[in-house]
């Protein structure tokens, strides 16, 4: 879950101000979703957006790492990614290939229509 910020207009009586607020949520239309639901939907004053998030050596435990250390990071994650990528490709081939398939298959075994 990300954090998302965004301005709500909260009223008192007759006064209203804009308050900034921030909600947890899986992505920004739902954390709106949940402003919304919380607040009513006139309230939402502006688009939640997500917060950045600051690493530090106490949040992370460990050291910084080295330029050298920091490449092969890189270099793991564009691994990864490509490799998901692949699988990912590979699963869309294969889908297409099936339902291919089933048409074929389809077209080929259609029964003539009978009339009544």
């Known amino acids: 879950m990300k954090t998302y910020t ?25 954390a709106k979703w949940l402003l919304q639901a919380v607040y009513g939907f006139h309230a939402i004053a502006s688009f939640p957006a997500q917060e950045r998030e600051v690493l530090t050596t106490e949040t992370t435990g460990h050291q910084t790492a080295t330029p ?9 994650l564009a691994k ?7 699988t990912i490709e590979r699963d869309r081939q294969k889908r297409l290939k099936a339902t291919r398939d089933l048409r ?9 229509k ?3």
Do not use: H
């Open 80 to 86: 990864d990614r490509a490799s998901d990528a692949l």
């Open 6 to 30: 965004a301005m709500v207009a909260a009223q008192v009586g007759n006064s209203s101000r804009l308050i900034k607020t921030q909600v947890r949520a899986v992505s920004a239309g739902e």
């Open 114 to 116: 009978r009339n009544l």
């Open 68 to 76: 050298e250390q920091q490449r092969i990071a890189s270099l793991k």
């Open 104 to 112: 074929s298959l389809s077209s080929t075994n259609e029964l003539p």
